[in-house]
């Protein structure tokens, strides 16, 4: 084989190995790449949001570790809010659970940029020390909040989030409240809920979504 031969078959080589490499390369960024959903299947997936986010104004309430927990703490990442309590039998640490189920999924860069907060709706025993104990035995990231009674259903009322107080025949009380999980997004704003029950391989895809249209 002459010299010119066999560098036209070294070049034809290299092309091919190339082109193959741009071939799976282009895959993986697919793969990578959340799939893009309509508003119809973001519904159907239990994801409501809204046509213009909501501003819900300022609020001043208190985090587990005693820290000021006000709007501008929800500013720079994503938070999905869920109003709950510690004395709670079932859908709260089933809930927290499974929000723990979901933050391990998000990949990468989504899951520090994708906060869960827990804002209690039973002020009068959730101290921040009692959130302490509780809301981080789900994932170290999680964050717990209290605060006033006042301050606290008015952030529930702005968040469509439901609450009473029910009396046990024991003296005792338990608190009935929306199972709902809130979307806040980077600017603060109320992106929109995600309706219980939860189901979380289809609540990965849909944030996953959701995040990735806000950010292009």
Known sequence: M????QRGVRWTIFGVVVFMALVVASFIHRVGEP??????????????LFDTPRDTGDFALIDHRGASFTRGNLVGQWTLIFFGFTHCPDICPTTLAELAQLKAQLAGTEASATRVVML????????????????????????????EFSEILSVAQRLNAPFRKVSEPDAS????????????????????????????PKMRVTLRSTQYLWEH
């Open 173 to 200: 009380y338990q608190m009935e409240h929306s199972a709902n999980v809130v979307l806040m997004n980077p600017r603060g704003d109320y992106h929109g809920f995600f309706r219980a029950p939860l189901d979380i």
């Open 2 to 5: 002459t010299e010119s031969r």
């Open 35 to 48: 799939r893009i959903m309509s508003q119809a299947e973001t519904r159907a997936n239990g994801l409501f």
């Open 120 to 147: 209690s709706v039973d002020p009068a025993r959730d101290t921040p020390e009692r959130l302490a104990q509780y809301v981080p035995y789900f994932h170290a990231d999680f964050v717990g909040v209290t605060g």
